[in-house]
């Protein structure tokens, strides 16, 4: 098994949808980090696993100064933005998701049936 990692800073701005009174829930931005986890039995022709350029342009072409909101149809949290990017990239099986310094999500897929 062969893998490989991306380590992606983009900007972003969002705003929440929650059930209790929240700062987060106004519109707000954040200079998040984002690292992409990839993995695969064989390589590709070209030797790898998946082109670090195109996960870069992935995940900067998708957030990269956007509004979340107008990108996805949920509720724009860490968690669910770190499952959706890792929805995204081809052979992806881990996304951790800092959104602010001490503030990080960790999506892992447990499904290994998409390699």
């Given at each position: 098994m062969f893998y490989v990692s991306k380590r992606i800073e983009i900007a972003y701005a969002h705003q929440l949808k929650l059930d209790y009174e929240s700062k987060c829930t106004h519109l707000h931005g954040h200079n998040a980090v984002v690292t992409v986890y990839c993995k695969a039995k064989e390589l590709d022709h070209n030797g790898m696993v998946v082109d670090f350029k195109k996960v870069k342009d992935i995940v900067q072409g998708k957030l990269?100064?956007?509004?979340?909101n107008d990108v996805v149809n949920?509720?724009?949290?860490?968690e669910n933005l770190a499952k959706w990017i890792c929805d995204q990239v081809p052979h992806c099986y881990k996304v951790s998701f800092q959104e602010?310094?001490?503030?990080?999500?960790v999506y892992i897929k447990e499904d290994d049936d998409a390699l």
């Amino acid at each position: 098994m062969f893998y490989v990692s991306k380590r992606i800073e983009i900007a972003y701005a969002h705003q929440l949808k929650l059930d209790y009174e929240s700062k987060c829930t106004h519109l707000h931005g954040h200079n998040a980090v984002v690292t992409v986890y990839c993995k695969a039995k064989e390589l590709d022709h070209n030797g790898m696993v998946v082109d670090f350029k195109k996960v870069k342009d992935i995940v900067q072409g998708k957030l990269d100064h956007r509004f979340a909101n107008d990108v996805v149809n949920f509720n724009t949290t860490a968690e669910n933005l770190a499952k959706w990017i890792c929805d995204q990239v081809p052979h992806c099986y881990k996304v951790s998701f800092q959104e602010s310094e001490g503030n990080i999500a960790v999506y892992i897929k447990e499904d290994d049936d998409a390699l």
